[in-house]
């Protein structure tokens, strides 16, 4: 598969990665283990060398599977991994990036991994009670102690992002960007090209919705997430709906699926950005991978950038206690 590398950093990756919280968080009853490993090592088959978890997923559970996964080609491939939750429940926010809970965690996340470097650490959610600099300095020590070797931001502002870089330089920011989600090209994407960052959008394909799959009589499982998000109310799936059929429509002409339409979209959008969709199903898995086989043309590209314009954006991604662990 073709590589993309992540801002300036010399992190070289593959052109699309894959996201491993749907294996065991998020999205119901999480898989058997053995199913797991099977689509993470098919995900290598397929060319796939960037691979994303987070000491929340499960939690704990996530970086364990993905650490057996790939351990047998742990050379092959690049880790990210995330801290920043509270799992101590001292914390009111439920946040804790304070420098030594950060040292704690990310040793304990070397463990469940089984490796000696984290290729990709990234702040899960910015904590508003300690100082950015304060924990780009910490990641800063443990690159230099060869725990981690680079650093990342996820769901960050742009003003926490320049002051971390000024600290310790971000190879990477993680937020959720694709046809129903734009909202990172106002101030994100423009701050990420003149300091040499690189984008990692999650959800790529709007947690299912842009793939036609997700519709008003969807019925989500429990400990599905997203039957708790405003934007997949009966309204706000009506409102996406032009965005959806124009996917299918373009889909068709390209003998492609409206995934791989979403995906390819993206990937057209700037040189430094590297899609981690997510699945517990090997074929989705290769259908989501074909999409770096898909050329969208100038006015397909016009087309579905016109259309996701008239989504509404103003509804919020998260309920009211995880919209706050947004930083602005």
Avoid at 22 to 35: N, P, Q
Avoid at 246 to 275: E, Y
Avoid at 305 to 325: C, F, G, K, N
Wanted: proline share 5%.
């Amino acid at each position: 598969m073709e590589t993309r590398t992540l801002g300036h950093s010399g992190l070289n990756v593959s052109l699309i990665g894959f996201g491993c919280m749907g294996l065991s968080h998020g999205y119901g009853k999480r898989v058997d283990d053995a199913d797991g490993i099977g689509v993470i090592r098919r995900a290598v088959d397929l060319g796939v060398t960037f691979f994303d978890t987070a000491q929340i997923y499960g939690p704990f559970v996530n970086e364990e599977l993905l650490g057996r996964a790939l351990s047998p080609i742990r050379d092959q491939v690049a880790i990210a991994t995330k801290f920043g939750f509270d799992f101590e429940g001292t914390r009111e926010s439920g946040l804790n990036s304070t420098p030594d809970y950060i040292r704690k965690t990310v040793d304990a996340s070397l463990k469940r991994l089984g490796v000696e470097t984290i290729d990709l650490l990234y702040q899960h959610r910015v904590d508003p009670d300690v100082p950015i600099e304060d924990v780009a300095g910490t990641v800063k020590e443990l690159i230099d102690a060869g725990k981690v070797a680079h650093f990342g931001l996820s769901e960050a502002g742009v003003s926490t992002i320049r002051r971390a870089h000024a600290v310790q330089p971000v190879t990477a920011l993680q937020s959720e960007y694709s046809l129903w989600w734009r909202e990172p090209e106002e101030e994100i994407l423009p701050t990420l090209n003149k300091l040499g960052i690189g984008l990692v959008p999650f959800s790529p394909l709007g947690k299912g919705l842009l793939t036609g799959t997700v519709t008003n009589s969807t019925t989500f499982v429990e400990g599905d997430v997203r039957a708790t998000l405003p934007r997949y109310t009966d309204q706000a799936l009506q409102d996406g709906q032009p965005v959806v059929d124009l996917l299918a429509t373009i889909a068709r002409r390209k003998n492609a699926t409206p995934a791989q339409v979403a995906l390819a979209w993206l990937l057209a959008q700037q040189p430094w950005i590297v899609p981690i969709p997510g699945t517990t199903k090997i074929h989705r898995l290769e259908e989501n991978v074909g999409a770096k086989s898909v050329a969208l043309t100038h006015n397909e590209q016009a087309e579905l950038t016109e259309a996701s314009a008239l989504i509404d954006t103003s509804v919020p991604r998260y309920p009211e206690r995880m919209q706050s662990w947004i930083d602005r």
